[in-house]
């Protein structure tokens, strides 16, 4: 059975065969349907529910799930997202998927036509959880579900039968990195809610506020405090510092004010903004918050925030194609490629940032100085398109790595409930062991998870299609979150790259 470790810690590899110099390519016009991949994109959020799924469920293949979750705690802890493949509710991840799904649909959503009732929907999935794990003050609840016990068994979320353990931190077990995302993720979702349902966006905001000072005063890693139960699956390799300058970055946009502005600059390099700046992850957030911050700076707002900016620029040099840069590569298909597994979470969260910050440039004229050169923001857009192009289907391989997009997709992904019958064709439970026999099958599988996207193909551009190969036929939520926003504008913008 599969022991799903989706990150490796990242190797301190250098790469020293030369960059091939790959230029965008031509903004050919464009042959891809950027709408119907939206849609898609969204309706993936719809099969990875737990919980009790709601009459407009789209997704009929799946079922109400994990029913009792929280209740040896004595807390509601029902409803959220399946990460992946498997069944765990891991809320470090699940908190950063809902953070970039808000951030697609408060930089995007204007774009999102007729798909603008789901995004927000998919956003409310997750923080309707959110606001069940922050119930209690001074407790954070991070994850459900047993994660060794879970990744031995290959079932459907609606037969469950392994430990639903609830972890959590508190004082006296710290969890800055989860707790500062989860703040970061109400504060977000807070915008995408404020004109659109006033008392809800107040809660998240009054909670995100609460939660992150829960974060700062008791500071600690999650993967310290629960070291057994997290890792290795969501263990933070980062620190939890720049969580806390996400969350106080997302506060600061929800809130306007000051303090957090303050907390950003007077702890800019105690908790050292300038690290580690091309990463963007569910486990580390520099990029991110050099990125978000700079929408203030571009706009005249905050000079005084103007070393983010640099951090941003030179974030964003290294990701251009030719650029020598040890960490980043490109695949000779035109892969934006970084060590580890699960490539693609890499390729749609960058991808989503060229884009957030290409518009941000446009709004106030300016380039990115890049050395000798300066990279115009139809570049960076140009670049994003292209990256987008290529999960869609223009890539060696011919197909597309989203399932059910285009004619030719992953027919095995790794993913138990899409893998095994469905609940509605073959009622009888289906135990732990007995899935095996789906996981091992070289068939595809039963159910289509629409809209999911896969880790993707390998450096040489090479994909199997093989259920075991998780670190390239496994979705996770994630990897889709960042889409959302991205085909979002390319749909609405069929010219503007
Ligand atoms: C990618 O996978 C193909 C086929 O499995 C293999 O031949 C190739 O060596 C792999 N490339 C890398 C860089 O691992």
Known sequence: ???????????????????????????????????????????????????????????????????????????????????????????????????????SVIDFGKSMGPELGNAISAVQWATDYLMKATSVPGVVYVQVGDAFRDHGC???????????????????????????????????????????????????????????????????????????????????????????????????KASRRREYREYIKNNEHILGADDSINEFGWDNKHAGINVLISKEVLMGNAQYLESFKLNADNFICSLLPGIFHPQIQYSPGGLLFKVGGSNMQHVTSLSFLLLAYSNYLSHSNQHVPCGSHSASPSLLRRIAKSQVDYILGDNPMRMSYMVGYGSKYPMRIHHRASSIP?????????????????????????????????????????????RPVFQQ?????YINAPLVGLFAFFWAHPGNV
């Not at 509605?424 to 070289?442: D, E, R, V």
């Not at 036929?473 to 939520?477: L, N, Y």
């Open 1 to 103: 059975m599969p022991t799903t470790i989706r990150r490796t810690r990242r190797l301190l590899l250098l790469l020293l065969f030369p960059l091939l110099a790959l230029a965008a390519p031509p903004s050919a016009a464009s042959r891809h349907d950027y709408g119907d991949a939206l849609r898609k994109s969204i309706l993936f959020f719809e099969g990875q529910r737990s919980g009790r799924l709601p009459p407009n469920q789209r997704v009929r293949w799946r079922h109400d799930s994990a029913l009792h979750d929280g209740s040896g705690e004595g807390v509601d802890l029902t409803g959220g997202y399946y990460d992946a493949g498997d069944n765990v509710k891991f809320g470090f991840p699940m908190a950063f998927t809902a953070t970039l799904l808000a951030w």
């Open 154 to 252: 290959w079932e459907r979320p609606e037969d469950m039968d392994t430990p639903r353990t609830t972890y959590k931190v508190d004082a006296s077990r710290p969890g800055s990195d989860v707790a500062g995302e989860t703040a970061a993720a109400l504060a977000a979702a807070s915008i995408v809610f404020r004109g659109r349902d006033p008392s809800y966006s107040a809660r998240l905001l009054d909670r995100a506020i609460s939660v992150f000072e829960f974060a700062d005063r008791h500071r600690g890693a999650y993967s310290s405090s629960l070291r057994s139960a997290v890792c290795p699956f969501y263990c933070d390799f980062d620190g939890y510092q720049d969580e806390l300058l996400w969350g106080a970055a997302w506060l600061h």
């Open 422 to 466: 469905s609940v509605g064709t073959h009622p009888a439970h289906i135990g732990c062991k007995a899935g095996s026999k789906y996981y091992l099958s070289p068939k595809p599988n039963p159910n289509l998870l629409v809209g999911a996207v896969v880790g993707g193909p390998n450096l040489s551009d090479a994909f199997p299609d093989s």
């Open 473 to 477: 036929s496994e979705p996770t939520t």
